[in-house]
């Protein structure tokens, strides 16, 4: 299997997705017990409905089909970011910090002596992003990009 699958898909859609009112959060190939998953994410701001999932789908596929990126039979999965959308590149620490969103974070190791953590994005870098956490201590931390194992938008509802 190419290395980098997912990318060469983003490049390949990007274009076509954003040109429909959509913003690619993300793309990933998981390799799952029945074969393998293309999913690929999509947001906009007004929300995103199982409508819009099709239309993305009705547009990609036929792209993925002739580009035929990924080798073999895989699933074809668009879906919304949801609510506690994970984050994983810069541009999306950006969108949480810009829209003053609580955040949680689980660490591979810990930073001064935390392991989880849930707070506001105050800066996101390229190399670590700066986190002002949400409990009475208020305390920042800036997390090294290399140390954060999972990181996603929490909502209360």
């Given at each position: 299997m190419k290395k980098n699958i997912a990318k060469e898909v983003e490049e390949l859609i990007k274009a076509t997705v954003e040109g429909a009112g959509f913003v690619l959060w993300n793309v990933e190939l998981v390799?799952?017990?029945e074969g393998l998953n293309l999913l690929?994410?999509?947001?906009r701001e007004e929300?995103?409905?199982l409508d819009d999932c099709g239309v993305v789908?009705?547009?990609i596929d036929p792209m993925l089909d002739e580009?035929?990126?990924?080798?073999?039979a895989y699933f074809l999965e668009v879906s919304s970011v949801g609510l506690d959308r994970v984050l994983k590149r810069k541009e999306h620490y950006d969108?949480?910090?810009?829209?003053?969103?609580?955040?949680?974070f689980?660490?591979?190791a810990a930073v001064e002596g935390v392991k989880e953590l849930s707070g506001v994005i105050t800066e996101a870098g390229s190399e670590s992003v700066t986190v002002k956490a949400e409990d009475d201590s208020g305390k920042?931390?800036?997390?090294?990009?290399?140390?954060?194992?999972?990181?996603y938008v929490v909502y209360d509802i």
């Amino acid at each position: 299997m190419k290395k980098n699958i997912a990318k060469e898909v983003e490049e390949l859609i990007k274009a076509t997705v954003e040109g429909a009112g959509f913003v690619l959060w993300n793309v990933e190939l998981v390799k799952e017990p029945e074969g393998l998953n293309l999913l690929v994410t999509i947001d906009r701001e007004e929300g995103v409905s199982l409508d819009d999932c099709g239309v993305v789908t009705k547009l990609i596929d036929p792209m993925l089909d002739e580009a035929d990126p990924i080798e073999g039979a895989y699933f074809l999965e668009v879906s919304s970011v949801g609510l506690d959308r994970v984050l994983k590149r810069k541009e999306h620490y950006d969108y949480a910090a810009e829209k003053g969103l609580t955040c949680k974070f689980k660490l591979f190791a810990a930073v001064e002596g935390v392991k989880e953590l849930s707070g506001v994005i105050t800066e996101a870098g390229s190399e670590s992003v700066t986190v002002k956490a949400e409990d009475d201590s208020g305390k920042v931390y800036v997390l090294p990009k290399k140390c954060i194992a999972k990181a996603y938008v929490v909502y209360d509802i």
